[in-house]
């Protein structure tokens, strides 16, 4: 497969070893410009080297990997200036002021630093402590630091590795709405988190990943795939007539009533729902509410990995695979 600078990062049969032990097992992976894209999957599944790789800090032991049309492996320096980085524990030094880290660190770039660093101290609500040291600060405080640090050069794609982890509700609230901006302002995002509720309100996709890709898809479009769709009606006067009218509908392929319940399977969901709930009041059904059951992205997490590797090929979504 040819690569192109078409994908803000793309890999072909990536690999890496260490010694006899496989980390990243035949990576093929195409994300585009302004995409967010989720990269999930169990503790020592391989996430964090993938991602060391491809931010050029470790070299691929097979295949190859672009990030914003570079070479990971080759043009190190040229990526670091395209990238930036949020390891899970950032590091700073403790003993200088916030505005005094930032200035350290955006003198490695060729960008006006004053300027950015004041701006971004603004954009990160930390102006205000600006000259405090970074030793006082909540764990909270310390991300969004790191996360102004990772934008001081204005990157194209950002590399997030767990950036809530630890923080308090409130805390993790704000680092995700900083990320939802990032990705209004079209930057390209691959966010590891094992945090499955952020990943779902953040990501455009999930790449789900034990060593090798194992799933590759929108939430909706993965539900779809692991799962029937299915209808709960909750009814008022459950009884056996309203199954017995349920079953009767052309379209229903099965149906079962547990307690005010009805649980039903279409064989066109779409047009077969308005069909099922004319019969049910037709024969007198009082019905309190009429919902498809949704599935949370947990269950579509442990279905997957409980399928790996025996009973699941992996799953590319097909529209970005004709690309």
Known sequence: MSMTSDWAIETVGLSKTFGSRLAVEDLTLQVPRGEVLAFLGPNGAGKTTTTRILAGMIAPSGGRATVSGLEVDRQPELLHERIGLLTETPGFYEWM?????????????????????????????????????????????????????????????????????????????????L???????????????????EAEELADRIALFRTRLVALDSPAALRVRLFRRTLLVELENPCLMLLEAAQRVSGVQDVSLDGNRL??????????????????????????SVFEEQHSLEEIYLSLLADEPNKLAPVVDKERRKR
């Not at 939802?180 to 509720?197: A, D, K």
């Not at 649980?263 to 309190?288: K, M, N, Q, Y």
């Open 97 to 177: 002021s916030a505005r005094d880290n930032l200035l350290f660190f955006a003198r490695f770039y060729p960008i006006p630093a004053q300027e950015n660093v004041d701006r971004l101290l603004h954009s990160m609500d930390l102006w205000d402590r600006r000259n405090d040291r970074v030793g006082s600060f909540s764990k909270g405080m310390k991300q969004r630091l790191a996360l102004a640090r990772a934008m001081l050069h204005a990157p194209e794609v950002l590399f997030l590795d767990e950036p809530t982890a630890g923080l308090d509700p409130e805390a993790a609230r704000d680092v995700r709405a």
């Open 179 to 197: 990320i939802g901006q990032l990705q209004e302002e079209g930057r390209t995002i691959f966010l590891c988190s094992h945090n499955l509720e």
């Open 263 to 288: 649980t039903v399977h279409l064989l066109d969901f779409e047009r077969d729902r308005p069909l099922l709930v004319s019969a049910l009041v037709e024969e007198g059904a009082a019905i309190r």
